[in-house]
Nanobody, 127 residues
Framework: QVQLVESGGGLVQAGDSLRLSCAAS????????MAWFRQAPGLEREFVAA??????????YYADSVKGRFTGSRDNAKNTVYLQMNSLKPEDTAVYYC??????????????????WGQGTQVTVSS
């Protein structure tokens, strides 16, 4: 089993920045494909960013809505994945979830491919 604990959410104004963190434990972190999803009230959970595991190159992938504003990264020594969010917009308001999949062969961009979920952290962007 893998435990994922997110932190770093909060209330900010439009244009501000936030950095979310997700600490993983339970399995070899470098073999976990990691991702961030978000869910706004009344909407389905959606993909935000993915960071593949080291065996797949450690590449990053982004939803079009956040490309150029958000940056995903991972620190395998700290068993932690990050989501740096810049130029935040009110439409970025959502609960952000950390997600992981063991030795995923493809980027973790769909909920069906997720093996483990974090509990979520709220991000609220005021206009």
């Amino acid at each position: 089993q893998v435990q994922l604990v997110e932190s770093g959410g909060g209330l900010v104004q439009a244009g501000d920045s936030l950095r979310l963190s997700c600490a993983a434990s339970g399995r070899t972190f470098s073999n976990l494909a990691m991702a961030w999803f978000r869910q706004a009230p009344g909407l389905e959970r959606e993909f935000v960013a993915a960071i593949s595991w080291i065996g797949s190159g450690g590449n990053t992938y982004y939803a079009d809505s956040v490309k150029g504003r958000f940056t995903g990264s991972r620190d395998n020594a700290k068993n932690t994945v990050y989501l740096q969010m810049n130029s935040l917009k009110p439409e970025d308001t959502a609960v952000y979830y950390c997600a992981a999949a063991w030795l995923a062969r493809t980027p973790l961009t769909t909920m069906g491919a997720v093996d483990y979920w974090g509990q979520g952290t709220q991000v609220t962007v005021s206009s």
